[in-house]
């Protein structure tokens, strides 16, 4: 069973440019989550996916941010505009509802806007 | 409010030392489990344990033990004689139950340094 994988794993872009992230989750989870996790800080979250349903999104993901997860399966996180201050690391984990509720972490995506 | 606090931002030990990373938490909730992940490097978070609210048996896997009080609200892991290659920041969290989420409140993070 193949773990979670985001690409890209590193991002470069200029401000106010948009940028999108993918998010492959273990095959078998129902659940997707968006965390992002900023130098010397532990992650946080930003929204979560029940299947394809977008069911909480944190007060961080502002309106530029927006999320999908197509038929259940992959998710993708697209920042809009982007700030400085969304330079982060953006982490992506999937869990098995109804087993144990451990997520499992996908590698990131490091964002640098300049 | 849900909190985790890791007040330890850093330690350094020589190799073949036992480390304690503290891990304090902050619920109301009677149903919640607890997490400790480490972060290599590369920036993925691996799992290590993970402990409900209804169990406080203490557990042990190798080198790493974990310690769970809910008396004290802590959830402490300690590596036994530490290994280069156990340096990483480390990472505890919690997880509720009651709002269907189980989204995690992680604390700052352990950065653990074994020296050579």
């Known amino acids: 069973d193949t773990g979670v994988s985001q690409n890209p794993r590193h991002k470069i872009t200029k401000r106010g440019q948009n940028v999108t992230f993918r998010c492959d989750p273990i095959?078998?989870?129902?659940?997707l989550y968006w965390y992002r996790q900023t130098l010397g800080q532990g992650p946080e979250f930003l929204t979560y996916?029940?299947?394809?349903?977008?069911?909480?999104k944190s007060r961080l993901l502002s309106d530029r941010f927006s999320a999908e997860r197509p038929k259940g399966s992959f998710s993708t996180l697209e920042i809009q505009r982007t700030e400085q201050g969304d330079s982060a690391m953006y982490l992506c984990a999937s869990s098995f509802l109804g087993r144990q509720e451990t997520q499992y972490f996908g590698p990131g995506t490091r964002l640098l806007v300049l | 409010a849900q909190k985790v606090t890791q007040a330890q931002t850093e330690i350094s030990v020589v190799e073949k030392e036992d480390v304690t990373l503290d891990c304090v938490y902050e619920?109301?909730?009677?149903?919640?489990?607890l997490f400790w992940y480490k972060q290599p490097p590369s920036g993925e978070l691996v799992f290590l344990i993970r402990?409900?609210?209804?169990?406080?048996q203490n557990e042990i896997s190798g080198r790493y033990s974990w310690n769970f009080q809910k008396s004290t609200s802590s959830f402490n892991f300690t590596i036994t004689a530490s290994q280069v290659v156990d340096s990483a920041v480390y990472f505890c969290a919690l997880s509720e139950f009651k709002t269907g989420t189980y989204k995690y409140i992680f604390g700052t993070g352990t950065r653990l340094k074994v020296l050579a």
């Open positions: 402990r409900n609210s209804f169990d406080e």
């Open positions: 095959s078998e989870h129902n659940r």
């Open positions: 996916f029940q299947n394809e349903a977008q069911l909480e």
């Open positions: 619920t109301r909730d009677t149903t919640y489990y």
